[in-house]
């Protein structure tokens, strides 16, 4: 199984500050025959479903704030927040589509300082 | 609008079964690879089992293969979620989720919980 490790497990960030998070796969989750990262973002509110951020590691889901990126290649993603609003407090977890079983990140607790 | 609900959660004594069922609507089911995703109390998520357009290719997590059987009708638009032998640790809430490129569209999900 590939196994996603998420840093840090929680960070507190002012409004208007970046916010970055860091996803780590145990093996490459390249596809070099399409050269696509099997790579999802997700966030979650409390007491909601997630909602996809982020696909093929850096392609921005339709309605996503601009202020969300996602970077990376191979096994190293970054989720960065270039501007952390109020509305962006929630759980962020990286996930895997290259392979079943499809794995998630631990997740990142994203508060406000 | 694309919509999923979920429904059929509830108590369950350790050792029993259930059966899950998701409601789709505002896209073509039929043409969707589908999963159920399932999210213990204050813990992350994990998948489940997911099966494809016609329903005739399915794969599951290690940890329910032999327990769970995912299915779906197309003509119901409805996906289906058959859980036996449930454990403690089957407690969680399930959602079902939409295929594209990742995961587009939850559920709101259903919450099992497995007590005596």
């Known amino acids: 199984d590939i196994v996603m490790t998420q840093s840090p497990d929680s960070l507190a960030v002012s409004l208007g500050e970046r916010a970055t998070i860091n996803c780590k796969s145990s093996q490459s989750v390249l596809y070099n025959s399409n050269n696509k990262n099997y790579l999802a973002w997700y966030q979650q509110k409390p007491g909601q479903p997630p909602k996809l951020l982020i696909y093929w590691a850096s392609i921005r889901e339709s309605g996503v704030p601009d202020r969300f990126s996602g970077s990376g290649s191979g096994t190293d993603f970054t989720l960065t927040i270039s501007s952390l609003q109020a509305e962006d407090v929630a759980v962020y977890y990286c996930?895997?589509?290259?392979?079943?079983?499809?794995?998630f990140g631990q997740g990142t607790k994203v508060q406000i300082k | 609008e694309v919509q999923l609900v979920e429904s059929g959660g509830g108590l369950v004594q350790p050792g029993g079964s259930l059966r899950l069922s998701c409601a789709a609507s505002?896209?073509?089911?039929?043409?969707?690879?589908m999963s159920w995703v399932r999210q213990a109390p204050g813990k992350g998520l994990e998948w489940v089992a997911n099966?494809?357009?016609?329903?005739?290719?399915?794969y599951y997590v290690d940890s329910v293969k032999g327990r769970v059987t995912i299915s779906r009708d197309n003509a119901k638009n409805s996906l289906y979620l058959q859980v036996h032998s449930l454990r403690a640790e089957d407690t969680a809430v399930y959602y079902c989720?939409?295929?594209?490129?990742?995961?587009?569209?939850w559920g709101q999900g259903t919450l099992v919980t497995v007590s005596s």
């Open positions: 989720a939409r295929h594209t490129n990742a995961w587009d569209y």
């Open positions: 505002g896209f073509t089911f039929s043409s969707y690879w």
């Open positions: 099966t494809n357009p016609y329903g005739n290719e399915k």
């Open positions: 996930q895997q589509y290259f392979t079943t079983p499809w794995t």
